[in-house]
């Protein structure tokens, strides 16, 4: 498999799985919460995976969340670079969901003062947005500005297209989405940042540092495995392993990453 893409037919669908690179990460940041024995045989430092989606309807291009954009960081920020490979340029996109305001997920959002994808509509849910505004000097709401004319904010849980709903499972960020899509009989659900490592489904109070609610990101953890299981939902999650796409068990009541092949 392709490392940086992966595209397949998800009923009337085309899906593609666009890897942004790689970020370094502490395992403290990436593991609180959590025993050691579970975690002994992970270094202390090392490269978290970045996975964002494209969703083809056959008439809109629907991306989920942009990456880093330009940084620093070396490893990171080549979601666009992907994309072109591919055909697929900033003004080819429709639709982008922020499932949530964290650097790795919005820094490609805008480049200086400018909206990356100048005929996207924005979409996320309005405590999100309304969080990063009560601090307006931070670098995630100055990313959030040049969007704000073609920014939708929403309030409950929604289908934006047939097929493709919008639903807000809190505790990572106070307005995290993810989104729960369906066509042809097929079920996918994308948790974005609301799980950190395959190692840690069997422990799932281990939470990403800056989870702002690990009480409430465990509930949401549990009733969204759950939900994979009893639909027998693929799973897309942004830091898995690359691709991020795999299947739910349960084994002698431990949940269980099948990923695909
Ligand atoms: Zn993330």
Redesign the pocket.
């Known amino acids: 498999m392709n490392s940086t893409l992966h595209a397949f037919q998800f009923g009337t669908f085309r899906i593609m799985v666009i890897s942004d690179g790689v970020f370094p990460v502490s395992k403290d940041f990436f593991f609180a919460d959590t025993p050691e024995h579970i975690i002994h045989h992970i270094p202390s430092d090392f490269l ?1 995976p ?1 996975n964002f989606l494209l969703i083809d309807t056959g008439d809109k291009n629907i991306l989920v ?1 942009a990456g880093f954009g330009k940084t620093h960081l070396p490893t990171a920020g080549k979601l666009l670079n992907h994309l072109e490979t591919q055909g697929i340029y900033p003004e080819d996109i429709h639709t982008v969901i922020i499932t ?1 305001g ?1 650097m ?2 919005i820094g490609g959002l805008s480049n200086k003062g400018k909206p990356t994808f100048p005929n996207a509509e924005y979409i996320m849910r309005r405590e999100e947005y309304d969080l990063w505004k009560s601090n307006p000097q931070s670098k995630e709401y100055k990313k959030l500005i040049p969007l704000k004319d073609n920014m939708t904010l929403i309030t409950s849980d929604m289908e934006i297209i047939p097929g493709i709903h919008l639903v807000h499972t809190p505790g ?1 960020t106070v307005g995290h989405l993810s989104l729960s899509v369906s066509s042809g009989g097929n079920h996918l659900l994308v948790a ?2 609301i799980l950190n490592d395959p190692t840690t489904l069997h422990h799932l109070p281990s939470h ?1 540092s800056v989870e702002m609610s690990p009480k409430q990101g465990l509930e949401t953890r549990r009733s969204f495995l759950q939900e994979a299981l009893d639909k027998s939902a693929l799973l897309f999650v ?2 898995y392993p690359f691709p991020g796409l795999g299947h739910i068990a349960k084994e002698d009541l431990r949940w269980k990453w099948i990923p695909i092949t």
Do not use: P, R
């Open positions: 978290a970045l969340d949530h964290h790795d997920h990572h974005s940042d990403i942004c830091h």
